[in-house]
């Protein structure tokens, strides 16, 4: 029986592809998101449109609630990343205005329209993830 020797280089790419994981992952997530964004429009309450422009979906942290507002009151939304916050693997869909809690919790004919959007929509967050990954 003869012995052999030999060297083999191995690469390790685990960060590189844990790397991508989450990419995919974060983006299914966003996409859940704004699938849950858009069901709270239908439900939340309208008298003038600033509470409904007012909700939006950031990654990685909450979003700067004041500059929403402010946003949401010209009519001047767009998609932005969370401001000053320490990233999070986290995806946050949020009601920016000073009354949203108030309508969120309080509201008896509107109430809860941010949860009521998330239950409407929780079904397809997990395929939304699952077909990003599926992409790797």
Known sequence: MRKSEFDIDVKWFGKSASDKVLKA??????????????????????????????????????????????????????????????????VYVTANTPYAHHQHEENKFHSKFLERGLQNSEAIIPKLVERQLKKL
């Not at 909700?55 to 929403?68: A, F, K, N, R, S």
């Open 25 to 90: 992952a974060m983006k299914g997530l966003k996409q859940g998101g704004e699938v849950v964004s858009g069901e709270a429009q239908k439900l939340a309450p309208v008298l003038s449109g600033t509470l409904k422009r007012s909700i939006c979906v950031t990654e990685g942290g909450l979003p700067d609630l004041e500059q929403t507002f402010e946003k949401a009151k010209k009519r001047d939304l767009k998609e932005e990343k969370a401001v000053g916050v320490q990233e999070e693997v986290a």
